[in-house]
Structures are given as C-alpha cells and as structure tokens.
C-alpha cells in the first residue's frame, strides 16, 4: 500500500521555555507536486530507498532490466523490496540504448520487453524514462504502444544547469504524457540550494518539478549526491506548505495498467562477411550514424561529430578529447538486444578491423552482452599508433565467453587528441578462410618486406604502427630506401616510458607470417638509427590472440644502413604467427626496409 504523500501545517506554533513565536513558511499560490526519480537501478539508490522511507516519501526507479542481478545494480529482490514499501518501478529500456539511435524494431524490443520483463518479476508498470532524455515523435508512439501511461525526459526545465528561459515547472496534467519536462539529471554540482530553489520556484505558480538522480553514495563522482545532502533536502521537503506534495509519477499521471506487450523477435544474424550494421557509418539519424553511439567513462571532456568525406562514403565519425585527466571515449555500435549490436558465439573468435587517422594512441576496447540485455566491459587490444591519414587497425579477438550473445567495440581515445574513425568490421574467424600453408624452407615468410606496397595512410600494406607507454611516435614514408623506393622513419620524442615500433599486422592470418611451434625463426632487416634498437616479437596464440613474447639483443646506432639479426627460441605451443619489427625505446630516428623471416631450417647466410 502506497504511502501517504506528505502535507505539512502552513502555519506552526513554536514554544520555548514559556515564549511563543510563529513560524510563517511561504505560502505556494498553487499546488506543486515534486517527483524523486532514480535512473537505471544502480545499487546506490537501496540507500535513497532508506531515506525516504524513514520520512515517510516514495520515489520512482526507473529500472533497465537488463542492469537487474548483476554486479553494481539492484536485484529483483532489492526492487520487491522497494515495491513492497511503496515506491514505483518503472521501465528504462532493457540495456539503456538511445532510442533515436535505433530501427524502429530495436526501440520496440527496448521499451516492450522492458516492461514486459519487470512485470513478469511481478511490478506495476506504468512509467517510462528515456535513456539520456532522447526521444523523437516516433520513439513516443512506441513506448505509448508498449503500454506505458507517461514517458519523462530531461532538461526541460529551468534551472541553474541549464534550460534558460524555460518554464518552471510542468503542468498538471502533461499537455504530452509521453515527453513529461523535468529538471536536468542531478550530479555532483548540485548543493541544497539548488534542490530547494527547483521546488520554491515551481511554488510561485505551481505544477510538477521531476528531480532524476543516479547515486545516493559518499564516494566521489559525476553523477553521486551524498546521502547526507539528500537527507537535508527530503527532510527540507516535509516542512513544504500543505499545497506541496510528494508524489510519484504513477500517482501523479493516473490511469489503469495495460496489457504488456512483447517487441519482435532479433531476426537471424548473418553467419559470414562482416557482422557490423552500418559499418561504414553512412545512414544518419538526427545527425548521428545509426546503430552507433557515443560512450566513454571517467574525467575528460568528449565531443563527437560527423564530418565529410569519410575514407570511403561521405561520412566518417570524429571524436575530439580535451582536459583528459583519466577514463577513455569511443564510438560503439549501440549497447542493444541485438538489433544493432553484431551477434556473436561463444567459443568464437573475431577478427576486428577499423580505418584511422589520429593525433594520438587508439585501441579496440571491447563489451560483451549476456543474460536479459547487459552489457559489461570484456578486454581491450594493443595500442595502434597515431596516424595522419586512414590506415587500418586490425586485431582479432580471445575466444568469447560462455553465456554471451553479442559483442560491441569501437577505437577508443585514452588521452587528449582527435580520432577519425570509418569503415569498420567484424568477422568470425571460423567463416574465414584458412590461411595459406607457411611457404617452402628457405623463402621469406614476410609479406611486403620491402615495403613497396602502399597501404593506407603512411603505413606499408600489411603493416601496422603500435607502441605503448608515454612517447610521441610519429611514421612516415621516405624515398631514402635501402633498396626500391620506400622505406618507413619512425621519429620518437617526449620520451618519459614504452616504445614504438612498425609491425606486420597483427591480424588472423592474412598478413601475419605464419609460424610453426617448436621452430626457431631467423629475424632480419636493414635500419639506419640515431639511436639503439631491437626487435620486438609477437605472436598470435591458438585462440587467436596477439601477445608480446620476447625481444633481441639491442643494436648500435648507424649512419648508414647496417642489417639487424636474431634468432628467436622455439615458438611456443599453439602459436601460429609472428610479427616483429625494429623498435624506438627512447628520443631518436629509426629508418627501416627489407625485412625477412626465415624458418632457420634451410635459411639463407646473412
């Protein structure tokens, strides 16, 4: 049984040691209503929960099921509690996509079976939140058709945070049940006096203030409020003028509880080619790549932009950090039940491909779906270098998890800088062709060894940069050959830790010299440097993974072109590839060409 909304005495009697005095609180002209929301079924709010209940006040958690039961989030067991004590649970999507990101299909599957999987853990469910205050007229008919009463977005009313000039307050009743205006999301800037000026200013002329917060917790963060700070403001609440209750969304909106209804099926994913919807970013809604969205965690500030041309196409995705202070930012394919998302099978692997140009280091970071709809963080590649013009990253994936349906990835930024991204790929390896037999004893097992073939950008086809640490690399491509016309400089400067380094791309086989375990391999190429060097060595595992394996003796600086040799050991069990190449480990220049990889076993004299 809900509680009862909260009215206090507009005029109170104050005795003290046989004194009276009158404490007169502002009279509201008209009735205000004030609604406290919690997004996304963090496991924080069970300490709102607590607070309200001890004054007696329900608030409204819109939950994205998918969140349910796993680490961080509230449990079914956690929201019964809350039902049982009052408070309403509403629907926020499955896994908190953007709605107006997504097929029209995918947004049904999002709101219907939302509401379709908190009713069948036994709740009432009438209200719905957007995800990130998105939504557009078609995005409001689907949730009305799920059979949702209203819908709240955000950042429709005025406040110190935004939306100036905006009323006040939303009316009652809605003039749009399915777009309700509320107050910006509350994050950490907030103080009590923005809470309390929020409500006496909807009082001046009365109607509805909605307040969304995300974290009830002491632990810093952009979007945590202290308990101790929304204690002040739900007890500041109680002494309101009897004309100022406390309600929510449900008993505010009304109306009867709809049938649920279940979205469509995910139609059969594809079983070969490339998994990745949209994968050259071309169709657009509102401006944005379908199927994409933005993400990032931590302290930076993140701008992502379309810009024209793309690699191929006429659109490519630019992402552009400032003021980095830690956390990354990135472009993924949506967060969803698999209308976007690529599906994926355990046991697999997959072969990741993007085009890049940037100002600075860039990975594949990685999530994976699993259970009802949610999404976790799963791993991330090596570093790929900075770029000026598109090249391509490619790296392939460890073998997938058991339990997880989908994979999302994108080429992060973990520093300030800007990244253009196009042209991306997924493909299961199993669909792949097999790579072709190591050539005979004694032939070059390094494609592209002189590095004649352009690839993109400044970088040789079958050939990629990387590095690690904290160094400025920079490659490009110069005439002063050993032999042929081009060799590749690598320029380091900035030093502090890491190296850089050109490599034969780490990819599932078309590049990569292939390799046999327990042989030895005899390592070659021609460099010209201001500094040491020496070979840094990969290679790929039986799941399909890069990892570094060793690195050779260093070798002298040299004015002209002087050849570098190694034998490795014998190549690890499983292993099926190797990648090298001559590496920078402080401030210098390194001029490379005519590289070699010989299984010692009929291999030619140095």
Not at 162 to 179: D, I, K, Q
Not at 332 to 353: F, I, M, N
Not at 451 to 475: M, R
Request: charged fraction near 10%; proline fraction near 8%.
């Amino acid at each position: 049984m809900a509680q009862t909304a909260v009215t206090v005495l507009g005029i109170v009697a104050i005795v003290v040691s046989g004194m009276a005095a009158l404490a007169l609180p502002a009279q509201a002209a008209a009735p205000t209503v004030v609604s406290l929301t919690f997004d996304d079924a963090n496991a924080s709010q069970m300490a709102a929960a607590q607070i309200l209940d001890n004054y007696g006040l329900d608030g409204t958690f819109f939950v994205p099921s998918g969140n349910v039961n796993n680490p961080g989030f509230l449990t079914v067991a956690n929201l019964q509690g809350l039902a049982a004590n009052g408070h309403e649970i509403g629907g926020h999507t499955v896994s908190h996509s953007d709605l107006t990101t997504l097929p029209s299909d995918e947004v049904t599957r999002q709101a219907c079976n939302d509401r379709v999987n908190l009713t069948n853990w036994g709740f009432r469910v009438t209200s719905f939140a957007y995800p990130f205050g998105a939504d557009n007229p078609s995005v409001q008919a689907t949730v009305k058709n799920c059979g949702y009463n209203s819908a709240r977005s955000l950042g429709d009313i005025q406040s110190r945070f935004g939306c100036s000039g905006c009323a006040l307050a939303e009316n009652v009743p809605p003039a749009n049940p399915f777009r309700t205006a509320a107050l910006d999301q509350v994050d950490s800037p907030w103080t009590l006096a923005d809470f309390q000026n929020s409500v006496t200013r909807a009082e001046s002329a009365g109607g509805w203030v909605q307040f969304t917060f995300h974290h009830i917790s002491s632990t810093p963060g952009p979007l945590n409020v202290s308990p101790g700070l929304f204690t002040q403001f739900v007890s500041w609440l109680t002494t309101r003028p009897a004309t100022t209750t406390v309600r929510t969304v449900d008993q505010v909106i009304g109306g009867t509880v709809k049938p649920a209804v279940s979205g469509p099926a995910v139609p059969p994913p594809p079983t070969s080619g490339n998994l990745v919807r949209n994968p050259s970013l071309e169709t657009l809604v509102s401006g944005a790549p379908q199927c994409w969205q933005a993400a990032g965690y931590g302290t930076n500030s993140r701008t992502f932009t379309t810009v024209s041309p793309g690699r191929t196409g006429s659109v490519a995705e630019r992402l552009v950090v400032s003021g980095y202070s830690e956390g990354d930012a990135k472009l993924l394919p949506s967060l969803d039940l698999g209308g976007c998302s690529p599906a994926a099978t355990p046991g697999h692997t997959y072969e990741l491909g993007a085009w890049y140009k940037s100002t600075a280091n860039t990975q594949f970071t990685l999530y994976l779906r699993t259970g009802l709809g949610y999404w976790a963080y799963w791993t991330s590649s090596p570093w790929f270098g900075p770029a000026s013009t598109f090249q391509k990253a490619s790296w392939t994936t460890p073998a997938l998890p058991a339990g997880a349906s989908g994979i999302s990835f994108g080429l992060n930024l973990f520093s300030n800088g800007t990244l253009t991204t196009d042209d991306y790929e997924m493909i299961d390896t199993a669909s792949s062709p097999p790579p072709p037999p190591p050539p005979p004893a004694g032939s070059n097992l390094v494609q592209n060894a002189s590095l004649e073939t352009a690839g993109p950008g400044s970088t040789p086809q079958c050939w990629q940069t990387a590095g690690f640490g904290t160094n400025t690399a920079s490659f490009s491509t110069v005439s002063s050959a050993r032999t042929g016309t081009k060799a590749e400089r690598l320029v380091v400067s900035n030093y502090s830790s890491g190296d850089a380094k050109l490599l034969q791309s780490l990819d599932a086989g078309s590049c990569a010299p292939s390799a046999v375990a327990g042989r030895t391999y005899s390592l070659r190429a021609w460099y010209t440097s201001t500094t040491v060097t020496q070979f840094a060595v990969y290679y790929r595992n039986s799941a399909g993974t890069w990892v570094y394996w060793t690195s050779s003796p260093w070798f002298a600086a040299a004015g002209s072109y002087t050849q570098a040799a190694f034998t490795t050991p014998a190549l690890p069990a499983g292993a099926t590839a190797i990648s090298f190449g001559l590496n920078l480990f402080r401030n210098g220049t390194l001029v490379t060409d005519d590289y070699a990889m010989y299984d010692t076993i009929g291999a030619p004299s140095l």
